[in-house]
């Protein structure tokens, strides 16, 4: 399967993808990032992948930079795109031409804090259980069916940074998972309920 991934930062999960999924289960083709000096680019580059990025000041409106970005994903034949760390808001119109084939990895156990920020705000509501999510990303605000997720108890813990750095490394664990997940065809949504999905063993 051919995926792209977008980011706009560091790209820690970019690298945990390269190292684990790229080149066995699928194979990353583009990686598109909102900054042209997003540091996880550079993770792309030394992997001989192909990259881009999209200033939104390139562009008149949001979603005429989303639509030249889905532009150039279905030139390079992207079948499946993975949100990590991309922190800009995706146009409708970008989801609709990528229908239950994007999925996002984000740090805290949803539905709870949403949004940026996810750890802080868990930090500052007191939560002494944290975890991450993997789901697919819908017109919402991190309110797609939810794919995977795992949980830590961290009870004694007020740095958002140290819960961060933790959380991450099962965040590497867990999105190329959810990517292994799509790439194998085992996930679909319940006719019963469109919001879950049924995971094939
Ligand atoms: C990750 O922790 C990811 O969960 C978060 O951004 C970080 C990117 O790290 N995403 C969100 O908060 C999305 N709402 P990385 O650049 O090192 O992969």
């Known amino acids: 399967m051919r995926i792209a991934v977008m980011l706009s930062g560091r790209g820690t999960n970019l690298q945990a993808l390269i190292e684990s999924v790229h080149g066995f289960d699928a194979e990353i083709v583009a990686v598109v990032s909102d900054h042209e000096d997003a540091p996880g680019l550079r993770h792309a580059r030394t992997a001989n992948i192909l990259t881009r990025s999209f200033e939104l000041d390139q562009f008149e409106r949001r979603a005429a930079r989303d639509n ?67 789901h697919l990303v819908d017109e919402g605000i991190d309110s797609g069916p939810i794919l995977l997720q795992r949980s830590i108890e961290l009870p004694g813990y007020s740095d958002p940074t140290e819960v961060h750095q933790i959380l991450q490394t099962i965040e590497h664990e867990l999105l190329p998972e959810g990517v292994r997940l799509m790439v194998r065809g085992a996930v679909s949504r319940d006719p019963a309920n469109p919001q879950r999905l049924i995971i094939e063993p």
């Open 68 to 134: 030249a970005i889905a532009d150039w994903l279905d030139e390079n034949k992207v079948e499946l795109v993975v949100l990590a760390g991309y922190m800009a808001l995706l146009d409708d119109s970008f989801i609709a031409r990528f229908r239950d084939r994007i999925i996002n990895v984000h740090p805290s156990l949803l539905p709870a804090f949403p949004g940026t920020r996810a750890v802080d705000q868990a930090v500052d509501y007191g939560v002494k259980v944290f975890g991450v999510t993997v």
